[in-house]
T-cell receptor
Framework: GAGVSQTPSNKVTEKGKYVELRCDPI?????LYWYRQSLGQGPEFLIY????????DSGLPNDRFFAVRPEGSVSTLKIQRTERGDSAVYLC???????????FGPGTRLTVL | EDKVVQSPLSLVVHEGDTVTLNCSYE??????LLWYKQEKKAPTFLFML????IEKKSGRLSSILDKKELSSILNITATQTGDSAIYLC???????????FGTGTRLQVTL
């Protein structure tokens, strides 16, 4: 594809519900990253995949957050029992390999009511 | 804890002005410094800098890294209203290659 794509672009949910956010990286990019951006802040790292495996999940805030990349391409970020504090823009990025420049998708704006 | 600080936080200039945005960092394992432009949601890649003192240039935008001073600047000459955006600085650290971002500089270019 031409760039990183993310779906949905907007998601409104109620407190306590489960949500899934999808990321489709640039074709051929082996590294995939998830970040979260709150209003007025820079993006904050959540998790990094190299291929199918999570190489670094140190940024996940707690065990309600989980991400998978089963075939080394598309990734899904899963949030259980959502809380109002989870409201943010969730950004996905991919790079050809680790340490090369990261290209970002348009993000998913998550609102938890 | 890795830290990236950008200044100024916001800036308003007139079209045609030249601006300089600053980024300083304190990180444990520096690999590279990146600049992004964010207009709506998606940060758009501008530059990646790894070597000190070598300027990267693209049109009216240029950037340089000073590893001795742990800092970088982004210059925009002859600003246009389309340059209005948040400019993010990020440092690539550690074996995981995660990016640590600053809070950004909000640039507004007026007519």
């Amino acid at each position: 594809g031409a760039g990183v794509s993310q779906t949905p672009s907007n998601k409104v949910t109620e407190k306590g519900k489960y949500v899934e956010l999808r990321c489709d990286p640039i074709s051929g990019h082996t590294a995939l990253y998830w970040y979260r951006q709150s209003l007025g802040q820079g993006p904050e790292f959540l998790i990094y995949f190299q291929g199918t495996g999570a190489a670094d999940d140190s940024g996940l805030p707690n065990d309600r957050f989980f991400a998978v990349r089963p075939e080394g391409s598309v990734s899904t970020l899963k949030i259980q029992r959502t809380e109002r504090g989870d409201s943010a823009v969730y950004l996905c990025a991919s790079s050809l390999m680790a340490a090369s420049e990261q290209f970002f998708g348009p993000g998913t704006r998550l609102t938890v009511l | 804890e890795d830290k990236v600080v950008q200044s100024p936080l916001s800036l308003v200039v007139h079209e045609g002005d030249t601006v300089t945005l600053n980024c300083s960092y304190e990180v444990t394992n520096f690999r590279s410094l990146l600049w992004y432009k964010q207009e709506k949601k998606a940060p758009t890649f501008l530059f990646m800098l790894t070597s000190s003192g070598i300027e990267k240039k693209s049109g009216r935008l240029s950037s340089i890294l000073d590893k001795k001073e742990l800092s970088s600047i982004l210059n925009i000459t002859a600003t246009q209203t389309g340059d209005s955006a948040i400019y993010l600085c990020a440092v690539n650290t550690g074996t995981a290659s995660k990016l640590t971002f600053g809070t950004g500089t909000r640039l507004q270019v007026t007519l």
